[in-house]
Structures are given as C-alpha cells and as structure tokens.
C-alpha cells in the first residue's frame, strides 16, 4: 500500500521543532520573532526542465531548493530563521523522498533554518519554498541604495554553473574531474548568508546573481538610479573556466546565472571593512568595477573597449530552454 | 514580443506596499511585526486536475488559491497579515494574468492581507501560496486542544464542493441555478477567517475542512487524544444538497472536502460565547456532536445507527484523481 500524503509528510520531513512554537503538522506554524527586528521574507519555485536537470541527484535537488532561497535572505543580510516547503511529485517515490529531504534538511541544520510547514500533493515535479529570516531595522542590503562612486564587488566566482550546463548541453568538453567540479557548483550551490551578514552596515546595495551577471547587475542599477563600469578582466572566474576561450568565459561568466554569489556595491573607504567581513565569513570577494551617476552599464575588456552586452542580458524564465 | 518575467510580474502583482516595509521587487519584502504578537505561517500548493479543473475561470482560481491558504490562518484564529504567490505557468497568457490576480488582489484587499513577494515561471500549471498572520501568544487554536466533554461545531454547511464536482465528472445532475450556487462554492470558497479570529479564548481546538469532514475530525481527534460522536442529522447541509439521496448527502458532507468551514470545539458551557462569535463573524454555527474521552470516531443515523466510515476516511492528494 502506498504512503499516504500525511505519513509521508511526517516520516520525511516532520522533526521536533527547535526554535518554532509549534512546527509542522496544524494549520499553521507558530513563531516568536525577535523583538525589534524586522521580518524578511522571500519565495523561489523550482522547476523540473526549467531550473534543474531531470539527471540531478535528489539529495543535490534537495539542497540547491533551499539554497537557492537562502540567497535571497543572503542578499538582504538577514538571518534564516524559517521555510516552508511545497512539493509536487509525479508519484510517492521514496528513495527520492529519502535523498531530497536528506539533502533539503542537512543544510537547513547547517544554516540554523527550521522546516515549519509544507504541501505535498500529486502532480508535475515541483518545489516550492518559501524563507523568513530576521534582520535589525533599517539594516536590509537593498536594491535601491548604490550610489555614484561606490565600488562594486563580486563574491567567489562566477560562471561555473553555466558551463557545467554546457557540459550537459554537450557544447562544451571538459576532464572528468573538473566536470564533477562545476557539475557541484551548479548542483549544490552554497549560499553566501554569512556573508550578506558580515556586510549590514557595510555594504551600500546587493543582490545575489542568480539571472547572470549583467542581468542582475541591472536591477540594482535600475532600483538605484545609477549606472556602472565593469572590468571584465578583473571579474574572478574559476580555474575551470579559465580553461575555457574568451568567448564561453563571457557567456557564462556574464549572463551565465545560477552562481548564488553576492553583487554587492560599498562606499570607496570600506575596503577594508569589506575585506574583513569577506574574511570573517570565510569567502573571497573581488572588486570589478564602480558604480557612475549616468544610468547604464558598460564591461571594459583589456584594451579598454566596451563588450557587446546584448547578448548578456540575462535569464527570462519564459525564454525557450 | 512576449512580456519578459519581471515585466509580466511587475504589471499584474506589484503594488505599492501598505503595511509592508518593504513589498515587491527586492530579493526579500520586509515586514515588521506587531510586538508581542506570534507570527502564524501556513502553505498550500495547488495543482491543476487535483485542486482545481481546467475549466475553472481564472478570476476564481486567484481568488480560491488565496481562500484556501487564508482558511489555514482561520483555522488557527490568526490576524492576516500578508502572502507571497509562486506561479507556474505554461505560457505568458495576459488575460488568465488579469482574470487570476484581479481574483486574487480582490480578496486579499477584503481580507487585510498583502502580496509582498513572488516567483513566476515556465511550467506546468501550479499555485503556490505562504501565508503569514498573527496571533496573541497561547490565543492560537490549535488542533490538539479538544477535551471530553466539548461540544463539536461546524460552521457553514459541508458538502456543496463536492456535490458540484459530482455534477462536472457526471454522477449527478442539478437544475442550472442549483449547479450555479454549488459550483461557486467549490470554485470561489470563502474563508472564515473572522469566525476563527472571534473563537480565540472560546474554542478549545480548530481545524478547516479541506480534506474532508472525517479525515479533519479525524487529525483533531488524533492530536487531542480524544473520540468524538456525531450526529448525522445535525450535520449542516445546504438546500441544494438536500435535494439529494442520502447515499450522495452522506459522501458529500462525510468526505466531500473542499469545504473551508470551520470545524471547532468548545466547552459545554460555552454555547452562547459560541453563537456570539458566529453571529459577530456573520456565520452560521451549528452542533454536531461531542467529544469523548475513547478514541475512535461515531457518526449516528436518526436511529441511533453508526454509520459505515470505512468510505469516509479522508481525502488522500496521492490516490488517484
């Protein structure tokens, strides 16, 4: 007999709750916010096709759900401290229930973010979560709050899930061993939240790449009113992708997307603040340009003349696959 | 030119926050907390074919998808607060856009709840919906609080969903006005989320039917520890479904599901607090029963009978359509 919807809820993904009142398994989930702080909240859906291969191990698919989310409490500086999980399965499969609640939860413990309700229902395979998380008034890292003169910084590196996507799509050849590098890179991000941390009160914008490079890039841009100068040769690609010719560096570097890295943009005195939070939260932050007071965005090469950017635009997840 | 994701986003969902720090359009909203208050949080998915037909007009799928996530906050008597929309979709259709948020926005404006953060996306047709509310500390309902000796209520009638499902799948015809009334009980639900919201310090436990009115008996009677016994000729049935044979009347209102009424106890002696609450709720309340301290669950006839409830057991999201 197969599981029913409730006991398969319960045995997966039911665990004692720590700091929630009251967790999975009422109508609703009961918390106590800390006093004085503000409430982030943020929600990423997780298409099969569309945001992941139908080739991904379920505990990878697991982890990269909530990753991806956690980003997004990352880009606002703000402390996890919840989600919610909706799951739409084609059927009761438990081997894959096992991996991805597996995979799902171990970070989750590792972020210190509680799984506090969830929807499991029949259908096409689909992930739903939703985050909160907690941040101090007035300290959010927002969009909106570059301004002319700010330097403009990247964390990690960019560009490696693309190009293990063009591995994928068989354009691109790369050795055994440094596809099963950028295949975890684009499989199981990680989530630069202590990061986004360090840099509240820092940090003058961010955002976390997760459309491409020049297509995030402008959100905060546009959100902001300001434009920016981008050194290409100084934008931090991995070993990897430094095999790679200049044109693929550019595509999956620039627009590539699914990097889970922060932009972020900070006053030009703070560099060494923000070396010290990048070293505080153990990741490497590279600037790549400034942000200018005129609207727009250009990417200087090495003799200094702009690239064509239309191609870099970014992800539109109605474009064909 | 198709409209790109953010466009189509912006255009339909994003309005200037009310309550909200910070709404729409930045990696998280922002919301700050009423202090003192918990913070309620429920989810729901629906999937095309499961949780609603193709045939549904999109202005009552937003308004159902809202309605029955609002019911989870009802159910725990929580004040709402605001949501966040995951929308699946297999293509940019502007009029189901404008159809499906006009429903949407229309009952979260009367409900006091607002959209502060989504994802949109290419894929098959899915909802995903994340409350928030608020509740005073020790005032939620909650599933596990129903004693012996409480008296069983429920709100509204049961049955009228399903009775229209039975009409679309063919196993039973109704005059048109009939099949009207029913249809937008199934299609446009609404939630009683001020009854839930006057029943906090009355009732002692509370759950909505979605799945059911025995399998929803069935989770309180399981967290509470508790049995119940209910009488079948008290329980609330619409004119429109009294037209029916008992044996579709029993189906309907037994295991119908869909439902969104109220399912609460309350202590012996506090009918007249009840009908207080219903009539400032404007809602009808009617008991059915009563708690027992034997676990187990009794549905009586006119005579005294227990009903067969093998049939009854709920609704299971992975059985087959």
């Known amino acids: 007999m197969p599981l029913g919807e409730f006991d398969l809820i319960r045995q997966f993904f039911t665990r004692r709750p ?24 943020s929600t990423d859906l997780l298409v099969k096709g569309r945001h992941f291969l139908s080739t991904v191990p379920p505990q990878r698919l697991g982890h990269k759900s909530l990753a991806v989310n956690l980003s997004d409490l990352a880009a606002c500086g703000a402390n996890p401290v919840a989600f919610t999980l909706s799951l739409s399965l084609p059927r009761v499969d438990e081997p894959w229930l096992q991996g991805f609640s597996k995979g799902l939860l171990a970070l ?3 972020s210190g973010i509680e799984l506090v309700g969830g929807d499991t229902t029949a259908g ?8 909160m998380g907690e941040v101090p008034p007035g300290q959010a890292l927002l969009r909106s709050g570059a301004c002319a003169g700010d330097r403009l910084w990247v964390s990690g590196s960019l560009g490696d899930a693309r190009l293990a ?12 061993a440094a596809f099963e590098r950028v295949r975890l890179r684009m499989e199981q991000p990680e989530a630069r939240v202590s990061l986004g941390q360090a840099l509240r009160g820092i940090a003058s914008s961010a955002i976390d790449v997760s459309d491409g490079f020049v297509g995030d890039l402008g959100h905060v841009l546009a959100a902001s009113g300001v434009g920016a100068q981008v050194d290409w040769t100084r934008m931090p690609c991995s070993a990897d992708l430094m095999t790679q010719p200049e044109s ?69 997840h109605f474009a064909p696959p």
Chains 1, 2 share one sequence.
């Open 108 to 110: 989750a413990d590792r």
């Open 165 to 176: 996507l063009e591995v994928f799509r068989g354009t691109v050849a790369l050795p055994a």
């Open 248 to 316: 693929v560096r550019r595509v999956c570097a620039l627009s590539g997307g699914d990097d889970y890295e922060l932009l972020f943009t900070a006053p030009p005195g703070s560099d060494l603040a923000v070396q010290r939070a990048a070293s505080t939260a153990g990741v490497q932050v590279t600037p790549v340009g400034v942000i200018v007071p005129t609207p727009g965005l250009t990417v200087h090469d090495a003799e200094g003349r702009p690239l064509d950017l239309v191609a870099h635009a970014g992800f539109d």
């Open 124 to 131: 096409p395979l689909t992930v739903g979560i939703t985050v």
């Open 18 to 41: 720590t700091r929630a009142v009251l967790g999975v398994g009422d109508d609703c989930a009961l918390l106590s916010p800390t006093p004085g702080y503000q409430w982030a909240v």
